[in-house]
Structure formats: C-alpha cells, structure tokens
C-alpha cells in the first residue's frame, strides 16, 4: 500500500461516511436521509420558495443533531494528525455539511456542499455563522429583514462552493484519497478523474466498493473510524502488527 508521506501534494474527499460512527446519518444508505425525504421537498432553491418551513425544520434538526450529539471520531482526527505531520501540501474537500474535521483540528479545509452552522442572507448575501434554529420569522443581523435567512447549503440544481480553488488543487495533486463518499454526485464524483488525469495516484478508503469495479488505483474497504488512520498513520499499524 502507498504511504502517504512520500508524496508532496496530498487531496482528500471526504463524504457523509466519515461522520457515520459519529452517529450522523448518510444519504444513500439505507435508513439514510434520502429515504426519508424527497430531495425536492427539502433540498433544492424551488423546495425553499415553496415551503421554507419544511425546509428550515429539516436542517434545524441536523444542526441541533450535530451540536447536541456528534463528536468527531478517530477518522476526523487521523486526518488532522496527518495535516499537522506532514510537509508538503495537503487540503481536505468536504461534501459534509458538519464541522467534525474542524473540531478535530483540520485546517486547510474547503466545504463545498455550505456549512450547517452558517446562514446566507438573501439580501445581502453575506454568510454568516449560526448556531440557532432558523424560522421563517428569524430576522437577519445584517439587514434586520424578516425571513431573508437561509441556511448557507448548497442545493440541487446549485453551483458548489471554492470550485475554482479545488479545480486549481487537484490539478496539482501527486495522491488523491476518497473516503466515504458514493460518488453519486458531481461534480464531486469527478474529482478523482481530475486527480488522475494530472498523473495523481488515486485512493480510496471505504465501507464497501461502490460499484462492482473501484475506479481507483487503491482501495481499502472497512469503517472510516479503522482504515483512515490504517492508511495516515502507517507507522502506527505497524506498531500495532509488531505487537
Ligand atoms: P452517500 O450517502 O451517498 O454515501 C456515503 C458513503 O459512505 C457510502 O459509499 C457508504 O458505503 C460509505 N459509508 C457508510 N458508512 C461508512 C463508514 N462507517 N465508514 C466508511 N464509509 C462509510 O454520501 P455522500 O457521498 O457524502 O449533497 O453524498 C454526496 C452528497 O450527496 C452529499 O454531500 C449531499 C448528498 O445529496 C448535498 O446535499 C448537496
């Protein structure tokens, strides 16, 4: 297997996976939040116009879901060991609309898909950080405006956040890793393609192949909480092995 030190420009994806043994649910698994809801209840612009309170009491709930009961787990902390460890560039992409891999410390972090603890004023359009309920009676700090708050996520049909910055990184990326992620949606899907047309190795570390072949150069499977610090910290397996 590849160690991870010996590259200069490492880039990781992670997805909804990563946060799962912190007890937030992913979309596409079963029980997942996609089988509850309909996407066009809840997570496109025409949804909000439509029923901004349904759309509201949906995050509200994820929001007061992750402040009450998440904690990041051993695979958000691996990861912000590794940032802290090594010397060359590393940038970690989310999909995740939580903050675990902040609170384990990751620093060098972009969220495409927004943040739940921010809201975007539909005035103004300026993001701001949130850690209440958001109801279509909440009035807006920046334009003292009734309802102009929304919850700063990206949804269907949305342009993803930093594209730009992430398209400029991954072209320089030598190791791309994926971790947790159904490679469902794009443009996000296609970041390892990106990474590998610029000569990246490309990895990825997951519960289970996602489809019957792994398009990637690696692949481990198994919980994030057990093979991301397999594959960061790999002198610490081996201790582990020697034991
Ligand atoms: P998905 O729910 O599509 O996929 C989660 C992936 O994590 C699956 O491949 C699971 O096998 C894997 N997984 C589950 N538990 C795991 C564990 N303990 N350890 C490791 N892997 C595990 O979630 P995403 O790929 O993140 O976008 O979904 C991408 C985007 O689709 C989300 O950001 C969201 C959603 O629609 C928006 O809301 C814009």
């Known amino acids: 297997m590849l160690n991870p030190y010996d590259f200069n420009s490492v880039v990781v994806l992670t ?5 799962a043994e912190s007890g937030l649910k992913t979309f596409r698994d079963s029980g997942g939040l996609w089988e509850g809801h309909s996407i066009e209840e809840v997570a496109t612009p025409n949804a909000f116009n439509r029923n901004p309170d349904l759309v509201h009491t949906f995050y509200n709930l994820r929001r007061k879901q992750l402040l009450d009961e998440a904690a990041p787990n051993t695979a958000h902390m691996a990861l912000a060991d590794f940032e802290k460890n090594f010397e060359g560039n590393f940038t970690l992409i989310t999909q ?3 903050n ?4 384990a410390g990751s620093q060098n972090i972009f969220h495409m898909h927004g943040e739940l603890l921010k809201a975007r004023c539909l005035e103004c359009r300026q993001s701001i950080d949130w850690d209440q309920k958001l109801e279509t009676s909440t009035v807006s700090p920046c334009c003292n405006i009734k309802g102009s708050l ?3 996520i990206v949804w269907f049909g949305e342009i993803p956040m930093h ?3 992430i398209e400029q990184i991954l072209e320089q990326c030598d190791l791309f890793v994926s971790i947790g992620t159904s490679g469902q949606v794009y443009p996000a899907a296609g970041f390892m393609q990106m990474a590998s047309f610029a000569g990246a190795k490309t ?3 997951n519960l289970e192949a996602c489809g019957r072949y792994s398009r990637f150069d690696h692949a481990i499977y198994g919980p994030a909480t057990k093979i991301v610090r397999q594959f ?5 397996e081996e201790k582990v092995n020697q034991q």
């Open 15 to 19: 997805g909804a996976g990563i946060s």
């Open 96 to 98: 995740n609309v939580d």
């Open 100 to 103: 675990l891999h902040e609170q």
């Open 150 to 152: 929304r919850p700063d």
């Open 163 to 165: 594209m730009k910055q």
């Open 203 to 205: 990895v990825e570390l």
């Open 232 to 236: 960061f910290d790999p002198a610490s």
